[in-house]
């Protein structure tokens, strides 16, 4: 966060990813997967004494895509030489806020939130086996309900 006055500024990061490879007599398995988050948002805060509420609103972009190969020995699966897919997954939206902030001295305080994430999700898939494909397409909302329950221990620079 980035304080002016009784606004901040909120930048929050996610990133994952995933390599997996399993292999047997039968086939060679891999999996692959990359997911990111960027919440960029607003807060405003009212403060007395060393108790404050604060309450905003964050901007939330999401991009994951995961990739799965399996290639069969013939020797097992004369008919079946592979099977692969791709999906990607983009998210966009909203999440309002509210928390409580206490103050314990001027380097250190303790603090919790609630957020309603709204997100709006758009994906595409492809599958490829032998010589076939095919592909879905989707879309669709998403409301994900974020109770206070992390408490957070805060460092003041």
């Given at each position: 966060k980035y304080h002016l006055s009784n606004l901040a500024l909120r930048l929050h990061c996610d990133l994952g990813f995933k390599n997996n490879q399993s292999e047997s007599e039968y086939y060679l398995y891999d999996y692959n997967y990359f997911a990111s988050k960027t919440k960029l948002g607003i807060e405003y805060n009212s403060t007395i004494n060393k108790f404050s509420v604060?309450?905003?609103?964050?901007?939330?972009?999401?991009?994951?895509?995961?990739?799965?190969?399996?290639?069969?020995?013939?020797?097992?699966?004369p008919f079946a030489s592979s099977f692969s897919s791709f999906t990607w997954?983009?998210?966009?939206?909203?999440?309002p806020l509210v928390g409580v902030k206490y103050q314990i001295n001027k380097l250190i305080s303790i603090s919790s939130e609630a957020s309603l994430d709204l997100s709006y999700l758009k994906s595409k898939s492809s599958y490829y086996y032998s010589s076939s494909t095919t592909v879905n397409s989707n879309n669709g909302l998403e409301v994900d309900i974020n109770p206070i329950g992390l408490l957070a221990v805060n460092i003041h620079l």
């Open positions: 604060f309450y905003g609103l964050n901007f939330v972009y999401g991009y994951s895509e995961t990739k799965t190969e399996t290639t069969y020995n013939s020797d097992f699966y997954q983009k998210t966009y939206g909203g999440s």
